[in-house]
């Protein structure tokens, strides 16, 4: 048998042509397994919790999201009126040439971002690729399993530079919740200083995106975990302490994970409820005359 | 004084099956006491390893009703009232007997990584910031439980390709720290495939010292790795500043 990293390096695929002559070739580092114990059949698992619950209502709750997301990202209408966008349509992209929805054109950056973010494929390759669907429960996938080493999830590999693209879009989303604080029209004109519920679902959504991107793992290793020496330059003092900030952020980075996707969730059904007149974004106080 | 009713794996290579046993359960006994329980009272020829009854030797690990633990550190009264106890061998390494594993494997592993390889210059004064990441590596008893619950190499059987997330601990020790001058990267990615951890996780489930495997040792290799063979510009910026 060729050795399997020998074959691994030629082959950038995620397959195995021969498996039955990999697996004989490898019995001799494989276990030696007593009849009783199951090991490889799928789910095989002494485990007597519910194990599967975790996994299933996380693939619940992805799939109704993305149902949500994909109906509102076509629906192409009720995502703007007055003072409020929704963060599935911002920035507004709007060419002579796209004759489709302007969501598509910007829904595929915060989408590639959440699919590489390295929480979201931790959840995905459990709850959908079942490998493993839990700790101690067989996944599938066999031999031929070869994980982020090969096409297709080399891809991941990529997070960083989706962190790049989302935080030009989480600025623009402040930029948004900005606009709520004025009536419409008369942006940073401070005569027309007012504050809504719409201002205040605004807040909370980049607040809860900026927990989640600024606690990115890539983001983390940017701002100084690459570095082996905090203490040796000034420069490397002070990434510490931008990592510690990160580092901070980045122990709960699971929490703003789910907090900013319902919270992105919600803000554009309010916006809907808003433009569809089905409520008014009911407004606390307003300067304006 | 309750009796706990424990399905203890007895056999070896060749075959086996579960026996069950009866222990009467004492305060603050742990799974590791009732096994020595049996193997007093019962059987005394039940193989079982273990040495510290401290949870600091990594030496008692098994599987306890499906979850990989210390037997030293899973208390009895931890189970319910009549609830039945399976205590079996780590699945992911060859069995020798009863409770007993042969992990022989995983030193092979360690052998792999290059040394701790000091800087020839190295001043020999270290700060606090500088080690704290690595110290928590340092936590390691060489359990193994992780290597056992690690899907590649339990259910995927790739030993012949991941070192598996202890092995990732220690290459992690290695490269933050700061005066080692050794380069693992290219061995962690064309060998010690690291691409093959999905960062499902469940090593820093099971690990009973808390350490952050895929947090801080696994998540931060896979990004240094990125930054060596995927990332263009970081790998442009890289090589000016190593010139300098
Ligand atoms: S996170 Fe990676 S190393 Fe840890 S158990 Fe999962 S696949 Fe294995
Ligand atoms: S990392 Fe944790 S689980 Fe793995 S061998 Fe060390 S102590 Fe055990
Ligand atoms: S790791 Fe989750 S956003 Fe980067
Ligand atoms: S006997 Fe030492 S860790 Fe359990």
Redesign the interface.
């Known amino acids: 048998m060729r050795?399997?990293?020998e074959r691994?390096?030629l082959d950038i695929f995620c397959r195995v042509q021969n498996i039955a002559e990999e697996l004989n070739g490898?019995q001799n580092?494989?276990?030696?397994?007593?009849?009783?114990?199951p090991?490889?059949q799928f789910l095989s698992?002494?485990?007597?919790d519910n194990w599967w619950l975790g996994p299933a209502s996380i693939a619940l709750g992805f799939t109704l999201f993305i149902i949500y997301a994909t109906v509102r990202a076509f629906e192409n209408q009720y995502f703007e009126v007055s003072n409020l966008l929704s963060p599935f349509y911002s920035p507004k992209l709007e060419f002579d040439w796209w004759h489709y929805s302007p969501a598509i054109l910007i829904l595929w950056i915060p989408a590639g971002f959440r699919a590489t973010c390295?929480y979201y494929?931790?959840a995905y390759?459990?709850s959908f690729f079942l490998?493993?669907p839990a700790?101690?429960v067989?996944?599938i996938?066999?031999?031929?399993?070869?994980?982020?080493?090969?096409f297709p999830?080399?891809i991941q590999?990529?997070?960083?530079?989706m962190f790049y693209l989302a935080t030009i879009v989480l600025a623009i989303l402040w930029w948004d919740a900005l606009q709520t604080l004025f009536t419409a029209g008369h942006f940073f004109d401070f005569s027309h200083l007012q504050f809504s519920v719409g201002s205040l679902i605004f807040f909370a959504n980049v607040i809860f995106l900026s927990g989640y991107t600024f606690g990115c793992?890539?983001f983390?290793?940017l701002v100084g975990?690459?570095l082996?020496?905090?203490?040796?330059t000034e420069g490397s003092k002070t990434a510490?302490t931008f990592w510690e900030k990160v580092t901070k952020l980045?122990?709960n980075h699971q929490l703003w994970a789910w907090l900013s996707l319902f919270s992105v969730g919600f803000t554009d059904f309010y916006v809907r409820c808003v433009a569809s007149n089905v409520i008014p974004d009911y407004v606390f106080f307003s300067l304006a005359k | 004084m309750r009796n706990a009713q424990m399905r203890v794996?007895r056999?070896?290579?060749?075959?086996?099956?579960?026996k069950e046993y009866t222990v009467p359960v004492e305060d603050g006994m742990v799974v590791l006491d009732a096994i020595h329980y049996i193997q007093r009272e019962i059987d005394p020829d039940l193989a079982v390893r273990w040495n510290c009854k401290a949870a600091k030797c990594g030496s008692c690990s098994a599987?306890v009703?499906?979850?990989?633990s210390l037997m030293c550190k899973s208390r009895m009264e931890s189970f319910a009232e009549g609830e039945i106890i399976?205590v079996?061998p780590l699945?992911?390494?060859?069995?020798m007997r009863d409770l007993v594993?042969d992990v022989s494997?995983n030193y092979e592993q360690n052998k792999r990584i290059k040394p701790f390889t000091p800087k020839e210059d190295a001043k020999w004064v270290m700060?606090q910031?500088?080690v704290e990441r690595v110290q928590e590596f340092r936590k390691c008893i060489e359990c193994f439980l992780c290597q056992d619950?690690c899907?590649?190499l339990?259910?995927?059987?790739?030993?012949?390709?991941f070192i598996g997330p202890r092995f990732m601990v220690r290459v992690a020790s290695l490269?933050?720290?700061?005066l080692?001058q050794g380069d693992r990267m290219k061995f962690l990615h064309?060998?010690g495939?690291?691409?093959?951890?999905?960062?499902?996780?469940?090593c820093s489930?099971?690990c009973p010292e808390d350490i952050h495997i895929?947090?801080n040792a696994i998540?931060?290799l896979k990004?240094?790795?990125?930054?060596d063979?995927?990332?263009p510009i970081a790998k442009f910026f890289k090589t000016i500043f190593s010139k300098n």
Do not use: Q
């Open positions: 050795k399997a990293d691994y390096r490898s580092m494989t276990s030696t397994k007593p009849a009783d114990i090991n490889k698992t002494r485990r007597e390295y494929r931790k390759y459990r490998t493993p700790c101690g067989t996944g996938g066999g031999y031929k399993y070869c994980g982020e080493s090969k999830f080399i590999n990529i997070h960083r530079y793992h890539a983390r290793h975990g690459g082996d020496c905090f203490s040796c510490m980045n122990e | 794996f056999g070896d290579a060749t075959g086996g099956d579960f599987e009703n499906g979850r990989p399976f079996e699945r992911t390494f060859p069995l594993t494997w700060y910031e500088d619950v899907h590649v339990r259910d995927h059987d790739r030993k012949d390709a490269e933050m720290h700061p080692d064309d060998e495939g690291v691409g093959f951890c999905n960062i499902t996780k469940c489930e099971v895929t947090d998540i931060p990004e240094r790795i990125v930054d063979y995927y990332d």
